[in-house]
């Protein structure tokens, strides 16, 4: 601050007469000068009347000179400092190259600031120069410190910067002007431009902003800018995912852009760019065949001269659901228990039922009747529904489908119902008089998706189906409600009229046995499930579980257990996660670069009820290698719930593995999916944006600039510091000068001297 006393002056009145008597005699010296003017108005000779009006015009400024009585005010004042901040981007995208093989933009940066200090050390007498790198906060920078360590921060917000620097505005230096240092790659408010509210925003900053744009705009790069997809699918439904490539430096070549869904490849397609620059939009559609969670990665391959390689890929997570259950139900002959079940499903409003009657038998004449016929009620469309149409299901139930001449049809198929289940199909096999028997000749590659193999011809003597105790734990068969258990609940049922003699197979798991029916030492399995492949499989070896129906609806019992013990079947088969102990959520599943995995992991007991106190241990396990990278381990809390945290692994689709145990009790194993970002939004695009960089400038009232530059232009805009009077001030007269008064009546006596001369007087 200058403290110079009487370092300013200016002009002022020091007439004591008030303002409007002022303005009075000064209208009435204007009409002394009108009316002498019009005196003379008609005076031929144009010389005399200018010389008349010249003089009486000088008499009545003389008049007024009097009159406000002028003089000069001598001030002391001080002139305030405006503050000028200039802004360093520090973004991650200031790390790319500004050329093929060249420095970064972050270094070019810096060489900026160094050819621009003098200029900026010549503005120290009017402003105060600030230099702030922002990520996005605003933190002081020096060039060296620009040169030394490399931009970081995941996103770039210039908008976000410029209000920083304009809220520190507020005290007694102003802001005066901003120098913005940037690539210009925003992929906040300004992503889209300075357009709507943004350059509202940018307006209502006040203060010009000029840019300095870093960075060349022909670097060679691919790039996956945009994945467009729903949040969920439904399985078998097909699903479009729209996806936006950029290429530049790619003028007139083709570029294969592949979609896998964990390694698999699901699509592929090639996208030909016809410019140096240029976007294709790509679209797949597809069917997934699963419920579940999977990470889904777009990609393209990398060129060896391009600028950035991992923007070529872009992964996401998508959500498989169940719209409803498709159900083939395959009938060899009617019966009760084919009756309960038709209807059951049928009445499901989660079932979409297709069903088919077949009534050949060992009898009938093939001769006779035409094989497209098979003897069903209606042409049985065999090809069509186990060949073209077999993935379209859900869950395939053959019921009373033994040794006849129509399984001996469909077995022309059975190969591709032994791949429908390995590849995640249901199948579920009802028994009957030699369903499990004979039948199992005819079909043997069928039959090794089944838990059990048969063991002899069935049983027709009655029994009451027995829970084991995997039973007991299952989805399947919990019938527990209220207090009771869900052996308790399955004991009320009636007995059954026969079961089919079976055995079980190594790792099936058997639900329910026959009570004295052995096989081998062991019980014969009445209901038995197991995983096959992908899939699921389930047997039921008889056709009299109507009754659990048949009794409870006689009865006038609330008891529902056939249509609980079917419909939790059907959830089973179709891996409901509600019927899971152990739920597995990635949180969130979708991952930016450098952040933490989260997971949260739900367990539950047998009966359902949270698993408090349970040791749970996940494993992120890298789904191209198939091989775990990381494990945490954690104890749930009264809810059952506990939450984990990976460190930041590598980018890539990776599969989260839980499994849970309370004491010596196994509680399940689940899993779900999680999609780690090769790079953010800051470096899947390369490009540098000129154009957002001068509309700031032009909006703002500043200048728009490309480096490289020799230093600090000399035209940048700024507001000028403003002038602050600090109080001791001294008068100085001017008009009591005796030669004023002089000239005054030296005018007036010429003016009347020569009006006596030229006969106006």
């Known amino acids: 601050m200058d403290t110079t006393p009487f370092n300013a002056w200016k002009l002022v009145s020091l007439s004591p007469l008030p303002v409007w008597a002022l303005v009075l005699m000064g209208v009435g010296v204007a009409l002394g000068v009108g009316l002498a003017a019009f005196g003379v108005r008609r005076e031929p000779a144009r010389l005399r009347r200018w010389s008349l009006w010249t003089l009486r015009a000088g008499a009545g400024l003389a008049a007024l000179f009097f009159l406000l009585e002028p003089g000069i005010r001598n001030l002391q004042v001080a002139r305030m400092k405006n503050r000028v901040a200039v802004l360093v981007d520090r973004s991650a995208s200031m790390n790319f190259p500004v050329e093929p093989g060249g420095v970064t933009r972050s270094a070019q940066a810096a060489v900026f ?11 120290q ?5 600030e230099v702030y790198g922002f990520d996005p906060e605003l933190a002081p920078t020096t060039a060296e410190a620009l040169a030394k360590e490399p931009a970081r921060a995941g996103t770039s917000d210039l908008l976000s910067a410029l209000r920083s620097a304009g809220a520190g505005a507020q005290g007694t230096k102003k802001l005066g002007g901003i120098f913005l240092v940037s690539d210009g790659a925003d992929n906040v408010e300004l992503a889209g431009g300075a357009v709507g509210r943004a350059r509202a925003a940018l307006a209502d900053l006040n203060v010009p902003v000029s840019t300095f744009l870093v960075g060349r705009e022909a670097l060679k790069d691919l790039a996956v800018e945009r994945v467009k997809v729903d949040d969920f699918a439904f399985v078998r439904n097909s699903i479009t995912v729209e996806v936006e490539v950029h290429g530049r430096g790619f003028s007139g070549q083709d570029v294969p852009v592949v979609l896998k869904q964990e390694g698999k490849v699901v699509a592929s397609k090639s996208v030909h760019f016809e410019s140096s620059d240029d976007v294709k939009p790509v679209g797949f559609t597809f069917t997934p065949d699963q419920t579940g969670r999977f990470v889904y990665t777009v990609s393209m391959p990398v060129f060896p001269d391009e600028a950035v390689g991992d923007n070529n890929t872009r992964s996401f997570v998508l959500k498989v659901i169940r719209d409803r259950v498709r159900v083939l139900l395959v009938v060899g002959r009617p019966s009760w228990d ?5 209807g059951l499903l049928r009445q499901d409003a989660n079932v979409d039922l297709v069903s088919f009657y077949i009534l050949r038998t060992m009898s009938d004449d093939p001769g006779v009747v035409s094989q497209e016929r098979e003897l069903s009620l209606i042409p049985f469309p065999m090809e069509e529904i186990f060949d073209t149409k077999l993935d379209t299901f859900d869950v395939v139930i053959f019921q009373n489908f033994g040794y006849t001449d129509s399984s001996l049809s469909i077995a022309q198929y059975e190969r591709n119902l032994e791949r429908y289940v390995h590849n995640g ?14 039948g199992r000749a005819n079909m043997p590659t069928l039959y090794e998706t089944l838990p059990v193999a048969g063991a002899g011809p069935a049983n027709p003597e009655p029994f009451k189906a027995r829970l084991t105790p995997e039973g007991q734990r299952h989805p399947v068969t919990a019938m527990a409600s209220g207090g009771a258990s869900a052996e308790a609940a399955w004991a009320e049922l009636p007995a059954i009229p026969g079961a089919n003699l079976t055995r079980a197979k190594p790792g099936a798991t058997v639900l329910m046995d026959h009570p004295f029916m052995t096989v081998d030492g062991k019980n014969a399995p009445l209901v038995a499930v197991w995983d096959y492949g992908r899939g699921r499989s389930l047997v039921v070896a008889t056709d009299a579980s109507w009754y659990w129906a048949f009794t409870s609806h006689k009865g006038g019992s609330p008891n529902r257990a056939y249509d609980r013990f079917w419909s939790n079947a059907l959830r089973w088969l179709v891996r409901d996660p509600d019927l899971t102990t152990l739920n597995v959520t990635a949180d969130p599943p979708s991952v930016e ?3 933490a995995v989260g997971v949260v992991v739900s367990s539950r007991t047998s009966d359902y009820q949270p698993a408090q106190d349970a040791q749970v241990r996940v494993e992120l396990v890298a789904v191209d290698t198939q091989k775990p990278v990381a494990v945490q381990t954690g104890q749930t809390g009264p809810d ?13 689709p990776y599969k989260l593995v839980a499994t849970a145990k309370k004491g010596e009790t196994d509680l399940g194993k689940g899993e779900d999916a999680v999609a780690v970002r090769a790079v953010g939004p800051e470096l899947s695009d390369a490009s540098v944006r000129p154009e957002l960089m001068e509309q700031i400038a032009k909006y703002t009232g500043g200048k728009s600039f490309r480096l490289p530059m020799d230093g600090l232009p000399d035209d940048v805009p700024l507001l000028d510091p403003p002038v602050v009077e600090v109080g001791r001030a001294k008068d100085k007269p001017l008009w009591d000068r005796w030669y004023y008064l002089v000239a005054l009546v030296g005018l007036l006596g010429t003016e009347w001297f020569l009006r006596r ?3 106006y007087v």
């Open 113 to 123: 600031l160094e050819k621009a200090a003098p200029g900026l050390a010549a503005l």
């Open 125 to 129: 007498d009017r402003y105060t120069v």
């Open 338 to 342: 084919e009756r309960f079940l038709r």
């Open 425 to 438: 199909g249901a199948l579920v096999m009802i028994g009957g008089d030699s369903v499990l028997g004979e």
């Open 593 to 595: 670069p450098g952040k």
């Open 640 to 652: 059952g719930v506990v939450r984990l945290e990976f460190a930041p692994p590598a980018p890539g």
């Open 757 to 759: 001369r030229f006969g």
